[in-house]
């Protein structure tokens, strides 16, 4: 394609293609053509304009197809708007030539086509330039419609738009006539062409005012009937054309002589309601003059869309001027009979009202104007309420006015609960403030006549209540006092009963609940209605209804509440049926009509409240409880036998009752386990069968569920895909077959409490959800049945669509398959087998007679159900049978039915058994598809041939490989020749690609020239996909290239493909925008910088007049925004994910910008676009009084598209949460880097560095001004995130220094921030969970030490005490609660906690640094409250201990102090956050102040009292329980703080507590710690403990232990301290350095600090060890503790060729061996070894010795002293014994001969004097024979040393003095004598002591000191010595005359220096010292 990037079209390589390849070249051309053509000058484009004139021309006649056509077309306008416009009329004259051409073959139609879309570019591009040829053009395309097809009609209304939209005015002779032909096919039969004209007539709207001043409402009647039989495309564009068109009326002025209707806002709205209502100008004129009509849904539809984008088209500023008059029109239109003729009417009504309010409301207008919009809905109620009640006091009611108040009642009690939900917390305004409470004008529905409004009212209670919270417990209080007044008033009743379930549905969307005590006084109340329902036949049926109702809802608050309940539960079941059948029948025979609907609807309601218990409380549903259930379910079963005749006998107004009561019956058997009704099978098949099979059922009623039953990738053939669009809500009433869209409270009441989600309320109709009941058990219970009956349901089947015709026989066929593909699914989920081969027959039978229905929808369930059938058979034989039929079927088959069904059957059996399953049938299946899917003749068989193809190809893996390239060469040519108003087909053919580039996966990334091809294949199909008109296409189109950036990042032009995805989030399409959405998230996660630049050209190269999709805030600003315009979750969820990619990747680099968004976001606490609330409609009715006015109301209307694109709506509460959440992520990023948490080194770094790097701690204020923002925002879920973020300020910056002011930290200028934004949290109404988490806040604020004073740090400790006395004076029976007994718990807990908290700080600082005496610290400050937060403390524990037991344990009656026994699963997990720091709390407070203390009491926690002994056991008890925990369930900072208190509880006196065995059990802790933790600090704590234990068990016990494992303190001692030692050391342990695991890791040694504390903690616990045993456990461990000690001095030394210092811990090692080997380790109290000692002694020096010689042996210095010290506590046995004697001095010997260093030398030195001093003469002697020669030569040669070390010399000098005090008398002469001698070497005299060297000088200062020394110590020895040998007593004096002659020489110059600075001294002394000044 290389041949194809050149300015001019390479014919001669075209010719040279194969024909399927031409096409592909010249699209790749002309796509290069387009983009090249913008870059040249226009000199050059002159220059060979004439030949790509003739080229480009020369192409419109060559067939081309949509893409080619429309780029010849684009091709040829920039040619002539950059070149020479002379060829241009040449070039229409060409274009009219060939649309004047008759020929009317399909072959010549391309080239028709081709001409219009080349006219229409080149119009809509040159504009005026095209001069008069206009006329001609425009009259020759509007003759051409005439005889053309729906392809030549579609372009020719875009090109007539296009002609419209470039001449403008110039045009206006000829937009009469396009209008004309524009509105004749806006009602054409061709949907595309109804879209594109009615392009065409939006156009022109602005250029000719003639059809504003004529022919408005003519327009509106034709679009009213455009809409009739309208696709989803057509409704979006016909309604915004009306929208536009009555936009426009409004801007209409009155002028003189003009004929112009003016309009106003009242008229423009009637003309939009006449066509709601089909009774307008609209209408046709028979319906005229019958008066009612049926009304036509997609009438209704369409102008349900066309008042949305009216709405939406006006703008915000505009709906909140008119906010009352538009929704008073809004909900007035329910108020219309003609909306409301029927049930069902009236239900789609109502969703398109409520749509047209939530969508304009919610959708936009920011928090404020949702207030006022509550406002005036409250108003709308209220005034409907006036209504009813002035008609009340009438004597008979009209039922029009009751029928139309309830359905405006509906539509706003529904629209204020959205808004109120919407709002959330933020709405408690609307309900505090007298003048705008809304709960009032909503709880008066609750009276209203119509049971529609009631459940509205209450349904919008509930949404009030999960608003605001704080109201629940007091409206459902309100509500029960009102049932409690009103009993004798049915409506009245019915009512409050619906608020009361519906609040108690709310419970659980509240995490603060309601208080326990309510749940049961409702169930009480319910009760009694229920007792009291025979008491008046006139209240028994709402009694009845209501009671079963509300014990229903009860279920929903879970088994703490209904377990007490349940006994009454069961026996009103009980009572409620019929106990025997002998009762049954004797009901049947006494009961009239009135009785049977009473009994039944209490039965329904009886079987409703059973459905809720199963579903909610399923963990009462034991064994017995189920027995007992299916006690009434029996009776329920007989009776609906029998309901036939019952209905037949007292009429049909109980089909509807016997209906709810098989609802009821068969939604408890499908949450009920199978087995427990496995005897009721064969009858409960009859009557599932019977129900979805229709046979007592006259009306022809499908199921709902087929839709969901088929497979998610079958949307693009069902058209599911408008699920996916933001009108879901309102198309979903015209899908065939489906009762979507429907739901009504008014059809099941119990959806008050029982629906999960919170926006749609409403239950299907009642005969569809009875059809889906039965549907979903009957799958439930088919793959447990026999084979026989199997085949006989079957059977059953086949014959109950045969007998049926016509629509009936189609929803029976609806039914059946919904039905058999319930069953398939759960076969396969149950890995269960369909059954015999008769069964699978039968089922294939059935299913293949579905492929070839009339039906889309059945044929796909067939096609989904063949599918499913592979999973539920194992026979392949069978699958390559199906598979063989189909073939035979497609190739014999001619029609589209059976070609489409069969088609997607192969696509479903390949999805389902897979590529790998399959591959023998693949070949055959792809070469059919590939043929049916270039059937253009038929674009159906197409869609479903292509999605069939895409299903193999994604579901094929490898095995597909083969058929890639034949597969995309198909889709490149269809989408190549394929028209646009086919989208389906596109659709399918992009699903087909996606599938290819997976199958492709990373080849693409390859370099040969197939994949080459497939990749630029690939790319060019995206690009055509791309520019297609169809939204669905283009989201297919960015979903290719996401796929393809995964494989080939490299080849995807980002600079294009970001631009077109931000263009994307503004478009009016869901799938479109969560595809752009999709793809952002992906490229956000690797190039987040790329995609932020390429944003930012958009923001760049917009024009000021038109809108920008990226504002200044760049791609990130408009992500934030559009979190407040969506509510599709997933797309919400991508775009947080996109934010919080790009924040990781940039914020670091530009925090500015970011602190500027979420700055942006939180501070807008108004909204931007809110007005002053005026009436635009008055504006508009007294325009006319000046003209002044109508200036201003030109500048009003203008804005609609000037100023309201640029207004934005502020930020809503979620959005602001998540933008705080995106500051806590941007500070924990920015956590790893020090500049950003340290304020001199980021100041120090921006000064330097030019390159605009920001850091974090320089925007603290921001930091701590978002916080506070949040924190006292009025958004609970905000305030949480608030104080979130201030804590984590807190602990970051709390310890980072202000260089300005030394000693400060930087956080103390905003200590008043932090005290204003705690302030808020600890008010009375703040919900408890804010209040916790302002608790903790404050906590870590006073411990974080920024408060250097007392007095600033009152301010929050105030807080804190108020909360604690607020704790103290709140008494569990004596406060009225708002929330449950949880939330209580939660907040007083937190309350407590911060207390511990704050108090163990306070005490570390006390022992770290006292404070003196008069000064106040943090201590004092908590002092006055100790005693009473103690007491308080030990009841958590007390509490958290009784929470920990199982559940088989009872707990006691009343509960804990902060729990109730309901309260028990709800709070555990508070007490799991709080009971850590209260254990070490008061551990340190009890140990300060004795056990025994007597503390504070109270009603509160007064039963925590305990004992002395108590208390220690209750503290140790809770700490043990937590340490042997699994690792999961504590976390590292508990098991450190249990630690902690365990150290404390052992430090604190309590030695006689501590028993043995809890000493034990202390120890195996600790042991498994070791074992399973790896966090140093727990390490080291856990070394603490063992000391600690160790000192307190050798003060309190007696030397007895044995040391017998399992019972010996001792031993559990060693096993700590070896998994201590192993753990520092591995190499200690030989299994585990022979093991894989020790081999492949990196970790032989742990910091060297800490392994070198853990070894001498570990090793002073073995000096005690042997203390703590008897003898024989001494004669057991000594050996074990020898060994520990010496593998600890073997593995910890460095290797013997360093001369690396000796470790402490090896030095300490040394102390403890030598300690080990005295005798008292040994014997006790002796003072000698025994002989097994001594062997021992013997053999571990031995084993010292060796372990020297091994390769990697000890270190030189390490053996050295270590014979030193072992010198002096070696007995003198094993240092004199030969062999030890002699391994001895071998090894020191070769060591000093080896000794590089002076360090080792040193050491040898040090070490003989040790052995020569040995108290043992035969030791000592021993060792002076062997080690004094050493010395004596070392001495001599000294003056041969290099360098000299002195004090080495000194060291052996004084080594060799000392033997001479160990010679004999008679020997002591002659050692002298050697000594002096050997001194004497170093002695000069006058003659050469001035050219000795320094070193020989030094030597002379060593020697002569030596003498000195032998003559002061040995006089009479000296004197011998020195007058037996003159020379010796000559070289002395000598000596000692030089030496003198030096000192008195050296002193005399002393004094002379002394003199001189004497004299230098100045005369006038300074009185200051200036010395230190600089």
């Known amino acids: 394609m290389e041949l194809a990037h050149n300015l001019t079209l390479n014919e001669e390589v075209v010719k040279g293609l194969p024909d399927h390849k031409k096409d592909i070249f010249i699209f790749e051309w002309l796509q290069f053509l387009e983009k090249v053509l913008t870059a040249l000058n226009r000199a050059d484009v002159k220059e060979r304009q004439k030949t790509l004139t003739n080229q480009l021309t020369a192409l419109l006649t060559k067939s081309p197809g949509p893409p080619t056509r429309c780029l010849i077309a684009e091709c040829l306008a920039t040619l002539f708007s950059i070149g020479d416009t002379s060829p241009l009329f040449s070039t229409i004259d060409i274009c009219n030539d060939i649309i004047k051409n008759r020929d009317d073959s399909p072959s010549y139609l391309p080239n028709r086509l081709a001409a219009i879309t080349t006219i229409g570019v080149l119009y809509e591009k040159l504009g005026r330039m095209v001069g008069r040829s206009y006329e001609e053009t425009v009259s020759l395309l509007i003759r051409s419609l005439k005889n053309a097809e729906s392809q030549g009609r579609y372009e020719v209304m875009k090109t007539l738009q296009r002609i419209v939209t470039g001449l403008g005015s110039a045009g206006k002779n000829v937009h009469k006539e396009i209008y004309k032909s524009a509105l004749k096919h806006l009602v054409d039969s061709n949907m595309s062409v109804r879209s594109s004209a009615s392009k065409c007539v939006k156009a022109l709207i602005p250029e000719s005012q003639a059809i504003l001043h004529t022919d408005v409402e003519t327009i509106v009647s034709t679009c009213i009937r455009a809409f009739d039989s309208s696709n989803y495309d057509v409704r979006c564009h016909v309604a915004q054309l009306l929208a536009y068109l009555l936009a426009e009326c409004l801007k209409v002025k009155s002028r003189t002589g003009s004929k112009a209707k003016i309009y106003d806002v009242k008229e423009v709205l009637g003309l939009l309601a006449s066509g709601f209502v089909k009774a307008g100008k609209g209408s046709s004129a028979v319906e005229m003059v019958r008066g009612a009509s049926a009304i036509n849904r997609e009438i209704r539809v369409g102008v349900t869309h066309a008042y949305n984008e009216f709405i939406k088209l006006m703008g915000a500023q505009w709906l909140e001027r008119n906010m009352t008059l538009v929704l008073e029109h809004i909900v007035t239109l329910a108020a219309n009979p003609r909306t409301t003729q029927t049930h069902i009417d009236a239900v789609y009504a109502r969703k398109c009202i409520i749509f047209i309010m939530a969508t304009s409301v919610q959708g936009m207008l920011g928090e404020k104007a949702q207030v006022n919009a509550a406002k005036e809905l409250s108003k709308v109620i209220g005034k409907q309420m006036g209504v009813m009640s002035a008609e009340s006091h009438t004597d008979s009611p009209q039922q029009s006015v009751i029928t139309a108040t309830q359905h405006v009642l509906v539509c706003s009690l529904q629209e204020l609960g959205g808004i109120v939900q919407s709002l959330g917390t933020t709405a408690t305004q609307l309900t505090t403030e007298s003048n705008s409470d809304i709960v009032k004008p909503v709880m008066s529905v609750l009276t209203h006549p119509s049971s529609a409004a009631r459940l509205a009212a209450a349904w919008c209670l509930r949404s009030i209540a999960i608003a605001v919270p704080a109201l629940l417990t007091p409206l459902l209080e309100r509500n029960m006092e009102q049932l409690d007044k009103m009993k004798s008033n049915g409506d009245a009743l019915s009512g409050f009963s619906f608020a009361i379930s519906a609040l108690l549905g709310a419970v659980s969307k509240c995490p603060l609940g309601i208080p326990y005590s309510i749940g049961k006084k409702v169930f009480n109340q319910a009760e009694e209605l229920l007792r009291s329902a025979s008491q008046s036949s006139r209240l028994s049926l709402p009694r009845i209804q209501s009671g079963w109702l509300i014990i229903g809802a009860v279920m929903t608050l879970g088994p703490s509440v209904v377990k007490p309940c349940l006994p009454t539960l069961l026996q009103l079941w009980k009572n409620t049926f019929p106990r025997t059948v002998k009762e049954l029948e004797a009901e049947n025979s006494k009961g009239d009509?009135?009785?049977?609907?009473?009994?039944?609807?209490?039965?329904?309601?009886?079987?409703?409240?059973?459905?809720?218990?199963?579903?909610?409380?399923?963990?009462?549903?034991?064994?017995?409880?189920?027995?007992?259930?299916?006690?009434?379910?029996?009776?329920?079963?007989?009776?609906?036998?029998?309901?036939?005749l019952i209905v037949k006998e007292h009429g049909a107004h109980l089909k509807a009752c016997a209906a709810m009561l098989r609802l009821r019956l068969y939604d408890i058997l499908c949450g009920l386990p199978p087995h427990s009704y496995e005897g009721a099978y064969k009858h409960l098949f009859r009557e599932l069968v019977a129900e979805f099979t229709l046979t007592e059922n006259p009306a022809n009623t499908t199921t709902s569920l087929l839709r969901d039953m088929c497979h998610i990738d079958d949307s693009v053939i069902l058209g599911a895909w408008l699920q996916e669009t933001d009108h879901k809500d309102i198309e979903d009433q015209l899908q065939p077959n489906s009762a979507s869209g429907s739901g009504a409270l008014e059809h099941d009441p119990t959806y008050l409490y029982s629906v999960s989600n919170n926006i749609d309320p409403g239950a299907l109709p009642l005969g569809v959800s009875v059809i889906d009941s039965s549907v979903r058990l009957y799958g439930k219970l088919f793959p447990r049945v026999s084979d026989k009956h199997k085949q006989q349901m079957l059977q059953h089947f086949k014959d109950c669509i045969k007998q049926a015709k016509a629509a009936r026989q189609q929803a029976i066929q609806i039914n059946i398959f919904t039905a058999v593909l319930c069953a398939l699914k759960y076969c396969a989920e149950e890995k269960r087998q369909l059954g015999s081969a008769v069964v699978r027959n039968a089922a294939l039978t059935l299913i293949m007679d579905m492929l070839a229905s009339s039906s889309p929808l059945l044929r796909c369930a067939a096609g989904e159900a063949l599918g499913r059938m592979t999973q539920c058979c194992e026979d392949n034989k069978f699958v390559a049978d199906m598979v063989q039929k189909s073939f035979e079927k497609l190739q014999s088959a001619r029609d589209v039915v059976s070609r489409t069904g069969h088609s997607l059957a192969l696509g479903c059996l390949h999805r389902y058994v897979g590529g790998m399953s399959s591959g023998q049938h693949l070949s055959s299946s792809v070469s059919i598809l590939l043929a049916l899917s270039k059937d253009h003749a038929a674009p159906v068989v197409q869609v479903w041939a292509l999605h069939a193809l895409g299903l193999i190809a994604d579901s094929g893996g490898p095995m597909f490989r083969t058929y890639v390239d034949a597969t995309l060469t198909l889709v490149l040519n269809s989408l190549l020749t394929v028209p646009p108003s086919n989208t389906d087909v596109h659709q399918c053919l992009g699903k087909c690609l996606a599938a290819l580039i997976t199958n492709l996966g990373p080849e693409l990334q390859g370099t040969s020239s197939v994949i080459s091809d497939a990749r630029l294949s690939c790319l060019i199909s995206c690009a055509i996909m791309t520019d297609h008109p169809d939204s669905l296409v283009q989201a297919q189109a960015i979903s290719c290239l996401q796929q393809l950036h995964l494989f080939a990042p490299r080849h995807v032009n980002l600079s294009s493909l970001v631009p077109r995805l931000c263009t994307s989030l503004t478009s009016p399409h869901l799938l479109l925008r969560r595809s752009s959405v999709a793809c952002l998230r992906q490229l956000a996660q690797k190039e987040a910088n790329e995609i932020s630049d390429y944003a930012r050209t958009l923001y760049k190269a917009a024009n000021e007049d038109e809108q920008q999709v990226i504002s200044e805030s760049g791609l990130e600003g408009a992500l934030f925004g559009l979190l407040d315009r969506e509510s599709d979750s997933q797309l919400k969820k991508d775009v947080k994910d996109t934010l919080m990619s790009m924040l990781q990747s940039l914020a670091g680099a530009n925090l500015s910008h970011w602190f500027q968004l979420v700055r942006n976001v939180l501070s807008a606490a108004t909204d931007l676009a809110s007005g002053d609330g005026k009436d635009l409609s008055t504006t508009i009715e007294d325009e006319d009084e000046d003209e002044e006015n109508e200036e201003d109301d030109d500048e009003q209307f203008k804005g609609v598209k000037e100023k309201e694109v640029k207004s934005h709506l502020a930020p809503k509460w979620p959005t602001r949460v998540f933008a705080v959440t995106c500051m806590m992520k941007l500070m924990q990023e920015c956590k790893d880097n020090r500049a950003h948490l340290d304020l001199a080194l980021a100041r120090e770094l921006k000064a330097k560095k030019d390159n605009g790097q920001d850091y974090l701690v320089l925007h603290l204020s921001e930091l701590v001004r978002v916080a506070f923002i949040a924190a006292t925002s009025d958004s609970d879920k905000l305030r949480l995130g608030g104080l979130e973020l201030l804590q984590d300020v807190i602990k970051t910056y709390s310890t980072v220094s202000e260089p300005e002011f030394p000693d400060h930290v930087v956080l103390e200028q905003y200590q008043a921030q932090v005290s204003a934004a705690l302030r808020p949290a600890f008010a009375v109404d703040t919900p408890s969970d804010v209040t916790a988490a302002a608790c903790e806040v404050c906590s870590t604020w006073i411990r974080s030490g920024v408060a250097r004073d007392l007095n600033d740090l009152r301010r929050v400790h105030q807080l804190l005490s108020f909360s604690l006395e607020k704790l103290k004076s709140d008494g569990r029976a004596n406060k009225q609660l708002i929330y449950s007994e949880m939330a209580g718990a939660m907040e007083k807990l937190a309350v407590l906690r911060a207390w511990a908290e704050?108090?163990?700080?306070?005490?570390?600082?006390?022992?770290?640094?006292?404070?003196?005496?008069?000064?106040?610290?943090?201590?004092?400050?908590?002092?006055?409250?100790?005693?009473?937060?103690?007491?308080?403390?030990?009841?958590?524990?007390?509490?958290?201990?009784?929470?920990?037991?199982?559940?088989?344990?009872?707990?006691?009656?009343?509960?804990?102090?902060?729990?109730?026994?309901?309260?028990?699963?709800?709070?555990?997990?508070?007490?799991?956050?709080?009971?850590?720091?209260?254990?070490?709390?008061?551990?340190?407070?009890?140990?300060?102040?004795?056990?025994?203390?007597?503390?504070?009491?109270?009603?509160?926690?007064?039963?925590?009292?305990?004992?002395?002994?108590?208390?220690?056991?209750?503290?140790?008890?809770?700490?043990?329980?937590?340490?042997?925990?699994?690792?999961?369930?504590?976390?590292?900072?508990?098991?450190?703080?249990?630690?902690?208190?365990?150290?404390?509880?052992?430090?604190?006196?309590?030695?006689?507590?501590?028993?043995?065995?809890?000493?034990?059990?202390?120890?195996?802790?600790?042991?498994?710690?070791?074992?399973?933790?790896?966090?140093?600090?727990?390490?080291?704590?856990?070394?603490?403990?063992?000391?600690?234990?160790?000192?307190?068990?050798?003060?309190?016990?007696?030397?007895?232990?044995?040391?017998?494992?399992?019972?010996?303190?001792?031993?559990?001692?060693?096993?700590?301290?070896?998994?201590?030692?192993?753990?520092?050391?591995?190499?200690?342990?030989?299994?585990?350095?022979?093991?894989?695991?020790?081999?492949?890791?990196?970790?032989?040694?742990?910091?060297?600090?800490?392994?070198?504390?853990?070894?001498?903690?570990?090793?002073?616990?073995?000096?005690?060890?042997?203390?703590?045993?008897?003898?024989?456990?001494?004669?057991?461990?000594?050996?074990?503790?020898?060994?520990?000690?010496?593998?600890?001095?073997?593995?910890?030394?460095?290797?013997?060729?360093?001369?690396?210092?000796?470790?402490?811990?090896?030095?300490k090692a040394l102390r403890t061996f030598a300690i080990l080997c005295k005798p008292g380790s040994f014997n006790g109290e002796e003072e000698k070894h025994t002989s097994q000692s001594l062997q021992l002694v013997l053999s571990a020096l031995v084993y010292l010795l060796e372990a020297y010689r091994e390769p990697r042996g000890l270190q030189p210095l390490v053996l050295l002293y270590a014979v030193a010290i072992l010198s002096h506590s070696c007995p003198a046995e094993v240092l004199a014994c030969e062999r030890i004697r002699e391994q001895v001095v071998s090894t020191v010997t070769s060591i000093w001969e080896k000794a590089g260093t002076s360090k080792v030398r040193k050491a040898f030195i040090q070490m003989c004097q040790t052995l020569f001093q040995h108290p043992d003469s035969i030791v000592s002697h021993c060792y002076i024979r062997s080690l004094g020669p050493l010395l004596c030569s070392h001495l001599l040669h000294a003056t041969s040393h290099q360098p000299l070390d002195l004090q080495e010399i000194s060291m052996a000098v004084t080594a060799v003095e000392v033997l001479v005090s160990l010679t004999p008398a008679e020997h002591s002469v002659s050692t002298v004598a050697l000594l002096c001698s050997l001194f004497s070497t170093y002695l000069l005299n006058t003659v050469n002591y001035d050219s000795a060297t320094p070193q020989a000088k030094q030597l002379f200062t060593v020697g002569l000191e030596a003498i000195k020394t032998l003559a002061s110590n040995h006089p009479q020895q000296f004197k011998v010595v020195t007058s037996s040998s003159p020379p010796l007593r000559s070289a002395i004096e000598q000596a000692f005359l030089l030496h003198q002659s030096n000192e008195a020489a050296a002193q005399k110059k002393a004094a002379e220096a002394s003199k001189q600075k004497q004299q230098a001294k100045p005369a006038i002394q300074l009185k200051m010292n200036f010395g230190n000044f600089t």
Request: with cysteine; glycine share 4%.
């Open 593 to 644: 009509a009135f009785t049977w609907q009473v009994a039944l609807d209490g039965r329904a309601g009886a079987l409703g409240s059973i459905h809720s218990f199963v579903t909610r409380c399923g963990d009462l549903l034991n064994a017995e409880t189920t027995k007992r259930i299916l006690v009434p379910l029996e009776y329920a079963f007989i009776l609906l036998q029998k309901m036939p």
């Open 1398 to 1707: 704050v108090y163990i700080e306070a005490v570390s600082r006390e022992q770290k640094k006292p404070t003196p005496s008069g000064t106040e610290s943090l201590l004092d400050l908590v002092n006055p409250e100790l005693r009473s937060l103690a007491r308080l403390w030990i009841a958590i524990l007390r509490d958290h201990a009784l929470l920990s037991l199982s559940q088989e344990h009872q707990l006691p009656a009343e509960g804990g102090t902060f729990f109730t026994a309901e309260t028990r699963d709800a709070v555990k997990s508070h007490y799991r956050s709080v009971w850590s720091a209260c254990l070490h709390a008061a551990s340190l407070y009890l140990k300060q102040e004795g056990f025994g203390i007597r503390l504070n009491t109270d009603s509160l926690g007064s039963s925590a009292e305990l004992s002395e002994t108590d208390r220690f056991h209750l503290l140790l008890g809770v700490a043990m329980e937590a340490l042997c925990s699994r690792t999961s369930a504590q976390s590292d900072d508990t098991i450190i703080t249990c630690l902690k208190s365990v150290y404390t509880l052992l430090t604190s006196k309590r030695e006689s507590v501590v028993s043995p065995a809890i000493s034990r059990e202390i120890l195996a802790v600790l042991h498994r710690l070791m074992l399973t933790r790896d966090n140093s600090n727990i390490r080291t704590l856990s070394i603490n403990v063992l000391e600690q234990l160790v000192n307190t068990c050798r003060d309190s016990t007696t030397c007895c232990d044995d040391v017998t494992p399992g019972s010996s303190f001792v031993f559990s001692c060693l096993e700590v301290c070896l998994s201590i030692i192993v753990r520092h050391i591995p190499a200690i342990n030989s299994n585990l350095v022979t093991s894989s695991v020790y081999q492949t890791s990196s970790l032989k040694y742990t910091n060297q600090q800490e392994m070198t504390q853990a070894v001498c903690a570990v090793l002073n616990v073995i000096e005690q060890l042997p203390s703590l045993c008897s003898q024989n456990g001494r004669t057991s461990v000594m050996p074990i503790l020898l060994y520990l000690v010496i593998s600890i001095i073997k593995e910890v030394s460095p290797a013997n060729n360093t001369d690396a210092d000796v470790s402490p811990a090896v030095t």
